[in-house]
């Protein structure tokens, strides 16, 4: 009976769980790097827990499941609620600042399409405990130093920068109301996904007042923070949000990534939970989906029934990253290909013994090593899967060995040498675990 | 809102990680340099999968779910089913012999109990394509290989090792027609688990003939290959299926693991679908259930709608591991701390920028490193903060960093040293990736 796998699924084979590996051990080496601890929670969570933070919407893009008691559960479609129980958890034992990151495995019940797949892993990074910004600082820098990492430039990415502060600050300086800014927010999230005229016609619901619309549309268009400069004018009790925004890319190229960040007030991150600085990560060409994002989120770690502690964080996925790597073809130079370290050949089916013994001994010493399941198959059949396998070098075993020696192949050269036994080890030693 | 995680589930705070990370770490080194390739397949797979494998018993183990087209899926319980379908689906093309490795996520909706979760990981080893026993003694030597690096010994687990062929030729040979043989099987299975008496019942009920039973009991209250070599009448034609345990053994000696293991004949398995050699590691004392079990399961890809394509393999939870690696104190001894190589600390506000500098520059070259998000708060609190990160060295950029020089204080012995800036960088190099 023949089964397929599930649409919207991957299966890794070898070669596609070598380049998965090598995304995920990158984004570990460098969390690590930049001094965060990591952590990981259920697979599934109560179903309620997701819609906390997402609202009822976020229901049917759930897998949802039953436990044997009938409690509803989901898969969780992203890690920022397990987070947010886990902290609230342990609040009083955990050592402040709070800097973890996690790679879990994440589910959308959506229909699949490029970038986006029912399961897919996505490293975070978050900070909770830290007001101040350089905290954002430090979350943006992480991700620069990831992408950097695997060999893209400011030539590829850029960081798109904003502060919902500062958005809320300015519609009311022009004087909007408080309780109208939310579904303002979700209009102009919409600005660079819907055409002009849709937008415009989305934004004349929202604000019947012409000349604020034209101004938000100028502050939407401002390209950097000189820019920014000219435009904005504040009242005092508004300016922090300008100022943390200044700060923030002060700090950044005091770090050295300055020239990876533009200030781009078109970023406002969908979910209302954001409440301070938001970026994304794009493409410089933008004709992929955000490569990753994030930003602060002060009131989350209340809204699950902990105490009011700011945090700020990143979220990136590893189906648009990979797609921007492969077309930047840094996979084939970087994603190293199967190797084996020793193939131990047999020339001579009396001293098959001596085969499995050097073998063991050299995995002991932590070298991969490989014989053949057809050792009398002959040599040459032998030294035909150690090139199938990558060896680098193979170990045949024949009469030598009754003189204590060893015949060493070079895979590459195809020189041989003929290695006293003991020699043979006394010069490998051990590789480090 | 409060909420509560999922009874039977797993919180991985950076300790619990850590720990993790160190078992899962080892079962891929180990996997790696006994010539194994890494896969891996989705989370979920259509229900009907797994029943093919393990009839419909298994679905009430299962944590079902629904796509959006309401077609039935279940969380893996186990990866085999999805290793003969990715296997199936590239029969042709996969060199041979295929000998693959995965540390999956697994689920089953059991009630949890000791050693056994609702959510777990379970490293699994196959060797896909050879029929040579040669396999088998491959994949008893990686599970040991692994058990021996972590620390355990052959004071602390024994392999206990028999063969499904051997127990029916061995049945056979008493006149047992083959059909009665898989009832007998699942009878046998349970001979550790049951009271005697149980068992002496269940026997019965199955074979009517005493002396026969009294002979079956024989057989499996053997302990010792030499003993079977005593004990056991083949005929000719079954005598294939000794002979294939015994050069196992003898293979597993020349490896330099024979004194792990034993011949145990009421090592039977529960699963059907295993053809020829199977075993299990227990601890020595037999308290735990068993830490992994294998074996071979010939049919397997044929089931799966494949080619008949001999196979054998091995599948090793976390959590019996776990409980027994605490119990023999081995975690306390290998799992590391969290560490900081590099803590910069600021003594004077005015050099605030020279901090983020280093702090990006040592990460850059792949030191992990952290400052304070408290800059303000005093040298002593920071120092403090190093501490609580155990930071291994502390940089204190203070007024010395005006004539080009930094105080390094090494945070166990006290130490402090004055550097000169650039023989600083010059000194530390870059840590490899």
Chains 1, 2 share one sequence.
Not at 7 to 35: C, H, Q
Not at 118 to 133: A, P, T, Y
Not at 202 to 209: A, G, R, S
Not at 242 to 269: A, H, Q, W
Request: proline content about 5%; overall charge neutral; some cysteine.
């Amino acid at each position: 009976m023949k089964i397929p796998p599930v649409k919207g699924t991957r299966d890794f084979y070898p070669p596609e769980m070598a380049v998965r590996n090598w995304i995920i051990d990158g984004w570990k080496k460098v969390s690590l790097r930049n001094g965060f601890e990591e952590y990981d929670g259920p697979i599934f969570e109560y179903l309620k827990m997701f819609q906390i933070k997402s609202g009822d919407e976020i229901v049917e893009q759930l897998f949802s499941l039953k436990d044997r008691g009938g409690r509803e559960l989901a898969l969780r479609p992203e890690i920022t609620p397990t987070l947010a129980r886990m902290v609230n958890q342990r609040i009083n034992s955990l050592p402040k600042p709070i800097k973890w990151f996690s790679v879990p495995r994440l589910f959308r019940a959506e229909r699949p399409q490029k970038g986006r797949l029912r399961e897919f892993f996505q490293w975070n990074i978050d900070i909770i405990g830290v007001d101040d910004v350089l905290a954002d600082a430090e979350v943006i820098f992480a991700t620069i130093d990831y992408l950097r990492e695997v060999g893209l430039s400011r030539e590829d990415i850029k960081v798109k920068i904003s502060s919902r502060k500062l958005l809320a600050a300015f519609l009311k300086s022009l004087g909007i109301p408080k309780e109208r800014l939310e579904p303002i927010f979700a209009v102009l999230d919409k600005k660079s996904r819907v055409p002009p005229d849709t937008f415009s016609q989305m934004l004349d619901e929202q604000i019947p007042d012409k000349d604020k619309i034209r101004k938000i549309l100028e502050f939407m268009s401002l390209t950097s923070i000189p820019e920014l400069d000219d435009f904005i004018k504040l009242p005092d009790e508004e300016f922090y949000a300008y100022n943390e925004i200044k700060i923030l890319f002060t700090n950044l190229s005091f770090m050295g990534v300055g020239d990876f960040c533009v200030f781009d007030p078109t970023i406002v991150r969908g979910l209302a939970y954001y409440t301070g600085i938001v970026f994304e990560v794009h493409d410089v060409t933008d004709n992929l989906r955000a490569i990753c994002g994030g930003g602060r989120f002060d009131n989350l770690l209340r809204d699950f029934g902990g105490p009011l502690i700011p945090a700020t964080g990143m979220g990136m996925g590893d189906c648009v990253l990979e797609i921007l790597l492969r077309e930047k073809g840094l996979f084939d130079k970087k994603v190293s290909k199967r190797e084996l370290e020793y193939f131990v050949a047999l020339a001579d089916r009396v001293f098959s013994k001596r085969v499995y013994e050097i073998t063991a001994e050299l995995r002991r010493r932590n070298f991969s090593a490989n014989f053949s399941y057809k050792p009398l198959s002959g040599l040459a059949k032998q030294l035909k899967e150690a090139s199938t396998q990558n060896a680098k070098k193979c170990i045949i075993v024949g009469s030598e060995i009754e003189n204590d020696q060893l015949v060493v192949k070079n895979m590459a050269t195809g020189e041989q040498e003929l290695v006293d036994y003991d020699e043979f080890w006394s010069r490998l030693g051990r590789q480090p675990g």
